[in-house]
């Protein structure tokens, strides 16, 4: 979203669209403002709210001040937590799913980019504990800003610390589905531990070049719709639907192992799931 370089055309359209879907939660995975200044985080939560539907919030390493020293080190999160009331920030549990938010973004790092992101093993325990909680049938997310295992040809290039360990400890616990953002591109992809074949997807972000874009994730469907900005015609335009299992080219085998086998048994009801900041829909 970058609140701050927002297009506005862009936005109104969007909210628009999701108001006429109702849908049942609207996840957003962080960067809502440019510069983690309060009138960026106020007019980005101000819009989440517009949409008059449930939803959920983590944050992005944009979401800081991001050229205060003073705000990084000694209030890094005020902003955006006097921002977001009314936006669900803790793990969300319902009969239809349970969302984990992990925070992976941090205000100042032992390490030249501070823009990268890291989860550490107490984070991942809470997370862990919190899956326990799901309810029978539910789906089991764990939302990030910083993809959990970095895609190769990622335009953005890095790595979350602690990640690729974090994404198999909470796939043991249960976690089905991970969303992320941070890349400025969209990439899906399924991979084994050995306990369950899990899906993880990345956001598509309204920043360098990329048009702005979402995701309607509809359960039990087997199709996603991938929702597209226009510049020349200020219409969101839908992509040619894909299947859930989107697509894998991000995949590497050494690390993730996948069975197209195991992906029917684990998932037979073809699940849709999301690239970008999503719409969830649980609506037959």
């Not at 100042?108 to 991942?124: C, D, K, P, V």
């Not at 919190?130 to 997310?141: D, V």
């Not at 990345?202 to 070049?209: D, G, N, P, V, W």
């Not at 086998?261 to 998932?267: A, K, T």
């Amino acid at each position: 979203m970058h609140f701050g370089c927002e297009d506005k055309s862009a936005l109104d359209a969007a909210a628009k669209y999701v108001r006429n879907l109702k849908p049942d939660a609207v996840i957003v995975t962080g960067d809502i403002s440019k510069d983690g200044l309060a009138t960026e985080l106020n007019a980005a939560c101000d819009w989440i709210r517009s949409l008059e539907a449930p939803a959920m919030l983590t944050p992005g390493n944009h979401d800081v001040p991001y050229y205060e020293m003073w705000g990084r080190i000694f209030y890094p999160w005020d902003r955006i937590r006097a921002a977001q009331h009314g936006i669900q920030c803790d793990a969300w549990h319902t009969d239809q799913w349970s969302i984990v938010p992990v925070n992976t973004a941090r205000a100042w790092q032992f390490r030249m980019n501070w823009a990268q992101g890291e989860i550490s093993r107490g984070q991942t325990a809470i997370a862990a504990a919190e899956l326990q909680r799901a309810k029978p049938g539910a789906l089991r997310i764990i939302i990030t800003h910083h993809p959990l295992d970095w895609p190769n040809d990622a335009p953005i290039k890095g790595i979350t610390r602690g990640g690729v360990r974090g994404l198999r400890k909470l796939a043991d616990a249960g976690a089905e589905l991970f969303l992320a953002g941070h890349l400025h591109f969209a990439s899906a992809r399924l991979f084994e531990t050995p306990r369950a074949l899990n899906r993880q997807r990345h956001a598509l972000t309204a920043l360098r070049h990329e048009p702005c874009a979402f995701t309607v994730i509809r359960r039990p469907e087997p199709r996603s719709s991938r929702l597209r900005w226009c510049t020349s015609s200020k219409v969101f335009v839908k992509l040619r639907a894909r299947g859930s299992s989107g697509s894998t080219r991000h995949a590497n085998p050494e690390r993730l192992r996948r069975s197209p086998q195991s992906r029917r048994q684990r998932f037979p009801a073809r699940i849709k799931v999301g690239v970008t900041d999503s719409v969830l829909n649980t609506r037959a």
